[in-house]
Structure formats: structure tokens, C-alpha cells
T-cell receptor, first 114, second 111 residues
């Protein structure tokens, strides 16, 4: 089945220790998104790629970086995690940002910062 | 600014009907989405509205009024598995076609 896969599902890191979250998709979608979601809050868009074009949201901290080496994979790097970065990180894809194209989400990575 | 409002929590009875409202203040409206999110899981797509009116899909229906900045999600014949959060998201041209998300409505189904 075509899908969006995220690894790991659960990640524990120490304050200030870099961490990388990964996302892969078999849908061959052009757009990939990274969201941060805290409990009972709306998902917050961090970045998105339209093909190779990278789009950073204005309020995304510099501590967060992203890479998309090819169509299928996308990575989220948190260079120096703080306690406030503990959250669920959701990767999503869509065929196109416009039109009747919904976003398909991976299962998420829950990040704990000690 | 751009804003989406939904009730924080609602309670309904198994087998009944519930309507979850969403109001939005945005510019450059380009479509409205409803997603379901079970606790600890990722959102899954339910419906999409871009024109005024009702879209029906099985037990779920979604309504849009662009002039009023208003949508609702109607769930019929409620089942216990419908206990989840329901998120309203608006896509706007002004946000480069990205989604502006509501915080979600937590729906609790009681037997």
C-alpha cells in the first residue's frame, strides 16, 4: 500500500543533543511537509518542499533544519533540542498544494527531551 | 490576522447525530478540509469543500458557507470509534496555499 512512513515512532533525546527524524513516502507526491503538534493544539507548519523548492515558515526557529535528498525522503534535524521542543512531529505529503489534494500524514514521531 | 475557531470539546451519545462547527476569518480562501485525529495518532482526511453547500460521504457530511466564513461537520449514527478530535483547516492563497489549522474539537461518545 502507498503510504507515508516515519521513523522512529518514539524518540528520546537529551537537552541540547542533536536529533534527526525521517520521513519517506511511496505516493510519489510532489509536496512534503513537516508539522509540530503539541497536546490539544493545532498542527504548526515548520517547512514544506514543493519538489526541491524549500519553504521555511517565518516563525520556524533556526534550531530546526530540513533536507529532502530525493522525492521519497525528507528529514527534520533539530540541532539543539530544548524542553519546549517536546512534541509530536508529523510528516505529510500531497500531490499538489492547490486543488482538491488532501494531505496524507505519517504516523508521527513523538519526541521527548530530557 | 487569520483565525479558525472550533469548540474545544463536545459530548454525544452513541447512535445520535452531532454537528461540529468551524468559523474562520481568512483572506484568499481556497478550500476547507476536515480531518479526524484519534489520540496519539496522525490526522486522517475526511472531507473537502471549496464551493458553498453540503458534501455527503457516508455517515459524514460537511457544509460550507463562504460568505459567512462558516463550516460544519455532521456525523450521523455515531459509533464509539468516532471518539476523536476533529480538525478544521482552511487553505488560503495568501498563505501560499498552506493550511491554517484549528485546534480541533474533541468529541466524546457515550454509550
Amino acid at each position: 500500500d502507498a503510504m507515508v512512513i516515519q521513523n522512529p515512532r518514539y524518540q528520546v533525546t537529551q537537552f541540547g543533543k542533536p536529533v534527526t527524524l525521517s520521513c519517506s513516502q511511496t505516493l510519489n507526491h510532489n509536496v512534503m511537509y513537516w508539522y509540530q503538534q503539541k497536546s490539544s493544539q493545532a498542527p504548526k507548519l515548520l517547512f514544506h518542499y514543493y519538489d526541491k523548492d524549500f519553504n521555511n515558515e517565518a516563525d520556524t526557529p533556526d534550531n530546526f533544519q530540513s533536507r529532502r535528498p530525493n522525492t521519497s525522503f525528507c528529514f527534520l534535524d533539530i540541532r539543539s533540542p530544548g524542553l519546549g521542543d517536546a512534541a509530536m512531529y508529523l510528516c505529510a505529503t500531497s500531490r499538489d498544494p492547490a486543488g482538491a489534494n488532501e494531505q496524507f500524514f505519517g504516523p508521527g514521531t513523538r519526541l521527548t527531551v530530557l | 490576522g487569520q483565525n479558525i475557531d472550533q469548540p474545544t470539546e463536545m459530548t454525544a451519545t452513541e447512535g445520535a447525530i452531532v454537528q461540529i462547527n468551524c468559523t474562520y476569518q481568512t483572506s484568499g480562501f481556497n478550500g476547507l478540509f476536515w480531518y479526524q485525529q484519534h489520540a496519539g495518532e496522525a490526522p486522517t482526511f475526511l472531507s473537502y469543500n471549496v464551493l458553498d453547500g453540503l458534501e455527503e460521504k457516508g455517515r459524514f457530511s460537511s457544509f460550507l458557507s463562504r460568505s459567512k466564513g462558516y463550516s460544519y461537520l455532521l456525523l450521523k449514527e455515531l459509533q464509539m470509534k468516532d471518539s476523536a478530535s476533529y480538525l478544521c483547516a482552511v487553505r488560503t492563497m495568501d498563505s501560499n496555499y498552506q493550511l491554517i489549522w484549528g485546534a480541533g474539537t474533541k468529541l466524546i461518545i457515550k454509550p
